[in-house]
């Protein structure tokens, strides 16, 4: 017996939470009418997702005072601000500003494809925390790509000798974690 597969999906009037995280065969459209929304205020609220182009896994905002950010990026401070507890150093502070140049090498990383620390589009890390306005003594940066979890590109980071220097180095005090479609980015700096 064929079931109409409209009827096995469940109708919101409104949506239920904040966030959505996009299963295969989504689109603007489908979510706007499983939750009760329009699709051009879904497609207004998340301008840095292509329609056309949605990732499976990428988290998208439901409602207009939903944050703007991936729950993902947040877990890898908590992940790093354990490691340095670990060894008894103070836990990093996660700065909107940071988090966006970290948010934006991620991006890059993605849509000019290439994997390396100087950016054609940015130049080096240094340079781009200035080009933000960032002024710091010193930075570093920690890049990934394709790993699934926060966890996993912890485990990935801690594994390597530079970029577990850079997240137990007891000089930063700053990180910003930027996640896009499988790329990871960490800034870390040490503030003036």
Do not use: C
């Not at 991620?106 to 080009?131: Q, V």
């Amino acid at each position: 017996m064929q079931t109409d597969p409209e009827q096995q999906v469940r109708m919101f009037k409104e949506p239920p939470f904040s966030h959505y995280k996009v299963s295969p065969g989504d689109s603007f459209w489908f979510i706007a009418q499983r939750y009760g929304l329009d699709y051009r205020e879904l497609m207004r609220l998340n301008p840095d997702v292509v329609p056309t182009n949605m990732h499976v896994g990428e988290v998208i905002r439901l409602k207009p005072d939903a944050a703007h950010h991936s729950a993902f990026e947040d877990q890898v401070v908590a992940l790093v601000n354990q490691e340095r507890a670990k060894q008894g150093l103070r836990p990093l502070t996660h700065r909107a500003d940071v988090k966006n140049v970290a948010h934006k090498k991620a991006e890059d990383l993605i849509n000019a494809n290439y994997f390396a620390h100087n950016s054609p589009n940015y130049g080096s890390p240094f340079d781009m925390l200035r080009t933000f306005g960032i002024s710091y003594r010193s930075a570093g940066e920690n890049i990934a790509k394709g790993q699934k979890t926060p966890q996993e590109v912890m485990n990935a980071w801690m594994n390597s000798p530079g970029h577990r220097q850079n997240i137990l180095s007891p000089n930063f005090d700053t990180i910003g974690v930027g996640f896009y479609h499988g790329a990871w980015v960490q800034m870390f700096i040490q503030a003036r």
